[in-house]
C-alpha cells in the first residue's frame, strides 16, 4: 500500500512539473493568449489525538488550469475562459479527528479526477462590470477573506453554515455546479455581485455528471463590499427550494420542508505595511448565521491574523493563526438528545501555519490544529494535528 501511495505522489509530481520549466517573457507588443498552470499539493496529516484513533494519512490534490484570453487569440474583447481539472487521492484524516467541520481543505470523500471548473467571462460597459457563465466555484467570488487562504481547516474557506447546506453541498470544492454570476464595480473600491447557481453541485467526473436541468431549483447569493483600505463586505443567500428539515417530520412521515437561508458579514483589514524593518499583519474576522433548520449549523465565525515577511531575509515567508466556531443548531443537537446522546454547542478549531517559498517551484507549510469537541461532542478527546503541505507549482504562458 505504502509503494502504491508513493508511486502515485511521483505520477502527480511529474504531471505537476510537465508544465513547470521558466516562464518566457513577454512584451507588451505578445501579451500571453494561454496562461497553463498546475499546482500539486501533498499533505501529510499526524492526528496525535483524535476522537476516533490516531495515525498518518496522506493526501494529494491536483490542479491543472488553463486560462485563455479571447482577446489576444480571437480579437474577442474583454472575454477569458478558464479549464479546471482536478485530481484527489488520498486518505481520511478527518476520520480519525471526528470532527464536523474537517480538519484538510483538500479531503474528499471520494478520490477521483474531474472536470472542476470550465466557464466564460465577458466585461461589460467597459470593464465596469463582468458576467461569467459555467462551471465555477462559489467561494472564489463570496465569502471570501483572502487573509485566512493560507490556513488548512476547511471552516476558512466558506462558513460551515453555508458549506453544509443544498441536496449535496454547494458549488464548492469538490464539486462545482452551473453558475450565472455578475458582478459590478461601484465607484473606486466597491463592488456588488450576485449569482445563480445550480443547487445541486456536480461535474464530468462526478456521478450523474452535471445537472443540466437544475431540478433542485437554485442558490441564489449576493454580496457588496469595499475594497478601499482591506474589505468589508455582507452576503446573504437562500435556496429557491425548500430543503429537508433535519428534524422535523411531515403528515406524510417524510422529512418536512423548510426554507434554507443565511447570512454573512467579513472584515479583511491590513494593520501594517511590510517595510524592511518589518512585517505586513493584517486581520481578518468573519461571521456567519442559517435558518438552523436544514443544516447541523445555526451559525459560526472566525478570526484570525496573516503576518507577511515573517523574516526579512524570507520575502515570501508567512505565518496565520485562526481559530473558528462551528455553532451546532438545536435541532441538530436536539436529534442526538433523543438519542439519549448530549452535545455541547459547538464545535472550536485553532491553527497556526507557517508557509515559505523554499524556490520558485516548492512550498513548504508546517501546520498544527488543535480542535475542542470534536464534532461537538463533551465526552470525546479534544483532536491535535500536526501536518506538513508541500506544494509543487510550474507555469507557462503562450502567446499567439
Given at each position: 500500500?505504502?509503494?502504491?501511495?508513493?508511486?502515485?505522489?511521483?505520477?502527480?509530481?511529474?504531471?505537476?512539473?510537465?508544465?513547470?520549466?521558466a516562464v518566457p517573457a513577454f512584451g507588451e507588443d505578445a501579451p500571453p493568449s494561454v496562461v497553463l498552470s498546475s499546482r500539486l499539493t501533498g499533505d501529510?496529516?499526524?492526528?496525535?489525538?483524535?476522537?476516533?484513533?490516531?495515525?498518518?494519512?496522506?493526501?494529494?490534490?491536483?490542479?491543472?488550469?488553463?486560462?485563455?484570453?479571447?482577446?489576444?487569440?480571437?480579437?474577442?474583447?474583454?472575454?477569458?475562459?478558464?479549464?479546471?481539472?482536478?485530481?484527489?487521492?488520498?486518505?481520511?484524516?478527518?476520520?480519525?479527528?471526528?470532527?464536523?467541520?474537517?480538519?484538510?481543505?483538500?479531503?474528499?470523500?471520494?478520490?477521483?479526477?474531474?472536470?472542476?471548473?470550465?466557464?466564460?467571462?465577458?466585461?461589460?460597459?467597459?470593464?465596469?462590470?463582468?458576467?461569467?457563465?459555467?462551471?465555477?466555484?462559489?467561494?472564489?467570488?463570496?465569502?471570501?477573506?483572502?487573509?485566512?487562504?493560507?490556513?488548512?481547516?476547511?471552516?476558512?474557506?466558506?462558513?460551515?453554515?453555508?458549506?453544509?447546506?443544498?441536496?449535496?453541498?454547494?458549488?464548492?470544492?469538490?464539486?462545482?455546479?452551473?453558475?450565472?454570476?455578475?458582478?459590478?464595480?461601484?465607484?473606486?473600491?466597491?463592488?456588488?455581485?450576485?449569482?445563480?447557481?445550480?443547487?445541486?453541485?456536480?461535474?464530468?467526473?462526478?456521478?450523474?455528471?452535471?445537472?443540466?436541468?437544475?431540478?433542485?431549483?437554485?442558490?441564489?447569493?449576493?454580496?457588496?463590499?469595499?475594497?478601499?483600505?482591506?474589505?468589508?463586505?455582507?452576503?446573504?443567500?437562500?435556496?429557491?427550494?425548500?430543503?429537508?428539515?433535519?428534524?422535523?417530520?411531515?403528515?406524510?412521515?417524510?422529512?418536512?420542508?423548510?426554507?434554507?437561508?443565511?447570512?454573512?458579514?467579513?472584515?479583511?483589514?491590513?494593520?501594517?505595511?511590510?517595510?524592511?524593518?518589518?512585517?505586513?499583519?493584517?486581520?481578518?474576522?468573519?461571521?456567519?448565521?442559517?435558518?438552523?433548520?436544514?443544516?447541523?449549523?445555526?451559525?459560526?465565525?472566525?478570526?484570525?491574523?496573516?503576518?507577511?515577511?515573517?523574516?526579512?531575509?524570507?520575502?515570501?515567508?508567512?505565518?496565520?493563526?485562526?481559530?473558528?466556531?462551528?455553532?451546532?443548531?438545536?435541532?441538530?443537537?436536539?436529534?442526538?438528545?433523543?438519542?439519549?446522546?448530549?452535545?455541547?454547542?459547538?464545535?472550536?478549531?485553532?491553527?497556526?501555519?507557517?508557509?515559505?517559498?523554499?524556490?520558485?517551484?516548492?512550498?513548504?507549510?508546517?501546520?498544527?490544529?488543535?480542535?475542542?469537541?470534536?464534532?461537538?461532542?463533551?465526552?470525546?478527546?479534544?483532536?491535535?494535528?500536526?501536518?506538513?503541505?508541500?506544494?509543487?507549482?510550474?507555469?507557462?504562458?503562450?502567446?499567439?
Amino acid at each position: 500500500m505504502l509503494y502504491n501511495l508513493q508511486t502515485r505522489i511521483m505520477q502527480l509530481l511529474a504531471a505537476s512539473l510537465t508544465i513547470g520549466g521558466a516562464v518566457p517573457a513577454f512584451g507588451e507588443d505578445a501579451p500571453p493568449s494561454v496562461v497553463l498552470s498546475s499546482r500539486l499539493t501533498g499533505d501529510v496529516n499526524g492526528v496525535v489525538r483524535g476522537a476516533a484513533g490516531t495515525g498518518v494519512r496522506v493526501l494529494t490534490n491536483l490542479d491543472v488550469v488553463a486560462v485563455v484570453d479571447l482577446g489576444t487569440l480571437l480579437a474577442w474583447r474583454g472575454a477569458r475562459v478558464k479549464l479546471h481539472v482536478l485530481d484527489n487521492r488520498g486518505g481520511d484524516p478527518n476520520g480519525l479527528a471526528g470532527t464536523l467541520q474537517g480538519v484538510d481543505n483538500i479531503e474528499v470523500g471520494r478520490n477521483r479526477t474531474k472536470l472542476y471548473q470550465a466557464w466564460i467571462e465577458q466585461d461589460l460597459f467597459g470593464g465596469k462590470a463582468a458576467l461569467l457563465l459555467g462551471l465555477a466555484d462559489l467561494n472564489a467570488d463570496f465569502y471570501q477573506d483572502d487573509s485566512a487562504g493560507v490556513l488548512l481547516a476547511p471552516a476558512f474557506g466558506i462558513g460551515s453554515e453555508l458549506a453544509a447546506t443544498g441536496p449535496n453541498g454547494p458549488s464548492i470544492f469538490p464539486s462545482t455546479a452551473l453558475t450565472a454570476r455578475l458582478r459590478v464595480t461601484l465607484g473606486a473600491h466597491g463592488y456588488v455581485k450576485g449569482a445563480v447557481v445550480d443547487a445541486k453541485s456536480g461535474v464530468l467526473g462526478d456521478p450523474g455528471g452535471v445537472d443540466w436541468r437544475m431540478r433542485e431549483g437554485a442558490l441564489l447569493i449576493g454580496e457588496a463590499g469595499w475594497t478601499g483600505h482591506g474589505k468589508v463586505a455582507v452576503g446573504y443567500w437562500r435556496y429557491t427550494k425548500r430543503q429537508e428539515d433535519i428534524r422535523l417530520i411531515g403528515a406524510n412521515g417524510l422529512p418536512a420542508k423548510a426554507v434554507s437561508e443565511g447570512a454573512y458579514l467579513l472584515i479583511d483589514q491590513p494593520v501594517t505595511s511590510s517595510t524592511a524593518r518589518g512585517p505586513a499583519i493584517s486581520l481578518f474576522a468573519r461571521i456567519g448565521l442559517s435558518d438552523g433548520a436544514t443544516t447541523p449549523f445555526r451559525g459560526g465565525w472566525q478570526f484570525g491574523t496573516l503576518v507577511g515577511k515573517v523574516f526579512p531575509s524570507r520575502p515570501n515567508s508567512q505565518f496565520s493563526i485562526g481559530i473558528n466556531r462551528g455553532q451546532l443548531s438545536e435541532r441538530y443537537r436536539a436529534n442526538s438528545a433523543d438519542a439519549q446522546f448530549t452535545l455541547s454547542h459547538g464545535e472550536t478549531g485553532v491553527e497556526a501555519t507557517y508557509s515559505d517559498q523554499v524556490t520558485p517551484y516548492l512550498r513548504l507549510q508546517p501546520d498544527l490544529q488543535y480542535v475542542v469537541h470534536p464534532s461537538g461532542n463533551p465526552a470525546a478527546r479534544d483532536a491535535i494535528i500536526v501536518g506538513l503541505r508541500i506544494v509543487f507549482i510550474g507555469s507557462k504562458m503562450i502567446s499567439r
